[in-house]
């Protein structure tokens, strides 16, 4: 499987972006996917991830603001990012966990990785 990360751009603070992953190669339907971002002089940090099961667990930093969804007809994976505030600047990634570890947090678990696609808000 080969991730491809894409709709990131430059938006106002309570604006919106929707950021999607296509999977190409295999179907990524039993997969964990995740989304994890990397601000310039940070680590990579978790944001969200998705079981096949429909399962869903975000970070605090974004609870109740993104979205993490998947289109199994369309192989790809999303994150509605609404409310966005300055500290969600960040390079933001998606990922796939082919093993189903129970660390869905951290960046060691997922097995293949997509480019990034960065996400700049403004104040």
């Known amino acids: 499987v080969q991730l491809q990360a894409s709709g990131g751009g430059l938006v106002q603070a309570g604006g919106s972006l929707r950021l999607s992953c296509a999977a190409s190669?295999?179907?990524?339907?039993?997969?964990?996917m995740g989304w994890f971002r990397q601000a310039p002089g940070k680590e990579r940090e978790f944001v969200a991830v998705?079981?096949?099961?429909?399962?869903?667990r975000y970070a605090d930093s974004v609870k109740g603001r993104f979205t993490i969804s998947r289109d199994g007809a369309k192989n790809t994976l999303y994150l509605q990012m609404n409310s966005l505030k300055p500290e969600d600047t960040a390079v933001y990634y998606c990922?796939?966990?082919?093993?189903?570890?129970?660390?869905?947090?951290?960046?060691?678990?997922?097995?293949?990785w997509g480019q990034g696609t960065q996400v700049t808000v403004s104040s």
């Open positions: 990922a796939a966990d082919v093993s189903h570890s129970e660390n869905y947090w951290y960046t060691g678990s997922y097995d293949i």
């Open positions: 190669g295999r179907t990524f339907s039993r997969y964990v």
């Open positions: 998705k079981w096949s099961s429909g399962t869903t």
